[in-house]
């Protein structure tokens, strides 16, 4: 029988947006599973994903087990929901939660299904800051701008408005009826381009590295990932950028270095690393050889015949672990190489 979510968890979680929760979840289950889970979700969603584990400084157990039992419960109403049993779900839901906790989780989960939510980068920014952006806006802005946040923030960028402004923006928000998706788009995209500096200045709070680790492992995938987080926040995009180890950057190293990584890898995972090189790569690795180490390479290298994409980036990511903890231990300084 599904645990209920007991009282104490409920009151941390409280407030906490559902993006921070599913951040959260993400660096409790570790880089490996996590990376798995990025394979299969669309860019946008493992932007806005890494996006809000940057904002993560730390997280402690209380929290920590609140988020595990509250996923434990949304797996398992999500799977009733995709085979079809959205009732039982929802029965569930209302005997852990409570009817209004589980109507607003089945609310985010449906949130979730949909595209990338409008607004959704407000979530990140302080409430005085954002009232301090948007107070000069129309009730009408305003009103469809709170409309559009998790209920906890909206409310406390309210209380920092003057209290004429106030009076107008909660009328507005009372009766608000539908607002036109274009709208809605274009509003957000207009205090986005806004607020683009406010996003940048929040970048710095150590999870950075986090996201660089965790887009090292995804692969190809990562670049794109990159890109388009680069056209939401450049400043944001380049700090990861900064903080990630590609084997394009292993290849790039000084000599010297290569040939300390190579030393420690095994052979067969170096040709198979190598196998789609072009020529002035596979010089630069075969340059970092002995002779003898050459010629062992080489004779692994012309025996492999089809070798899959998948056992290149595996070989690959095998080559930059052993980098990785060559540059974590001193061995290999990164910064007087790039000088």
């Given at each position: 029988m599904l645990d209920l979510l007991e009282e104490e968890h409920k009151e941390i979680l409280k407030g906490m947006p559902m993006i921070e929760r599913v951040a959260t979840f993400c660096i409790l289950l570790g880089e490996g599973p996590t990376v798995k889970i990025f394979q299969h979700l669309p860019k946008h969603y493992v932007e806005?994903?890494?996006?809000?584990?940057?904002?993560?400084?730390?997280?402690?157990?209380?929290?920590?087990?609140?988020?595990l039992n509250e996923f434990h419960i949304l797996i398992k109403s999500s799977g009733y929901i995709s085979s079809g049993g959205y009732e039982y779900a929802k029965e569930i839901l209302y005997k852990s939660l409570g009817k209004g906790e589980a109507d607003d989780v089945l609310s985010r989960l449906s949130k979730i299904k949909l595209a990338s939510q409008a607004f959704s980068y407000l979530d990140a920014i302080n409430p005085k800051q954002l009232a301090d952006f948007?107070?000069?806006?129309?009730?009408?802005?305003?009103?469809?701008?709170?409309?559009?946040?998790?209920?906890?923030?909206?409310?406390?960028?309210?209380?920092?408005?003057?209290?004429?402004?106030?009076?107008?923006?909660?009328?507005?928000?009372?009766?608000?009826?539908?607002?036109?998706?274009?709208?809605?788009?274009?509003?957000?995209?207009?205090?986005?381009?806004?607020?683009?500096?406010?996003?940048s200045s929040i970048v710095d709070v150590g999870g950075v590295k986090v996201v660089a680790d965790m887009l090292n492992r995804v692969g190809p995938k990562s670049q794109d990932?990159?890109?388009?987080?680069?056209?939401?926040?450049?400043?944001?995009?380049?700090?990861?950028?900064?903080?990630?180890?590609?084997?394009?950057?292993?290849?790039?190293?000084?000599?010297?270095y290569v040939m300390k990584i190579l030393q420690n890898c095994e052979t067969p995972d170096v040709a198979v690393a190598m196998k789609n090189a072009t020529s002035e790569?596979?010089?630069?690795?075969?340059?970092?050889?002995?002779?003898?180490?050459?010629?062992?390479?080489?004779?692994?290298?012309?025996?492999?015949?089809?070798?899959?994409?998948?056992?290149?980036?595996?070989?690959?990511?095998?080559?930059?672990?052993?980098?990785?903890?060559?540059?974590?231990?001193?061995?290999?300084?990164?910064e007087m190489d790039e000088q």
């Open positions: 806005d994903i890494s996006t809000a584990i940057t904002q993560i400084k730390s997280i402690d157990k209380e929290t920590s087990l609140a988020i948007i107070k000069d806006e129309s009730p009408q802005t305003i009103a469809v701008i709170l409309a559009h946040m998790e209920a906890p923030g909206a409310a406390e960028v309210l209380m920092q408005l003057d209290e004429d402004v106030k009076v107008k923006v909660t009328m507005q928000m009372a009766t608000i009826k539908d607002v036109s998706p274009d709208v809605v788009r274009t509003v957000s995209l207009i205090l986005e381009k806004k607020l683009e500096s406010l996003l990932i990159l890109k388009n987080i680069n056209g939401v926040d450049t400043l944001l995009a380049t700090k990861i950028k900064e903080n990630m180890f590609v084997f394009e950057d292993l290849l790039n190293l000084d000599n010297d790569d596979l010089e630069k690795v075969t340059s970092a050889m002995s002779q003898r180490a050459r010629d062992r390479f080489m004779e692994e290298f012309e025996m492999l015949t089809k070798v899959k994409i998948k056992d290149i980036e595996a070989a690959q990511r095998k080559m930059l672990d052993v980098a990785q903890k060559l540059i974590e231990e001193g061995v290999i300084d990164r």
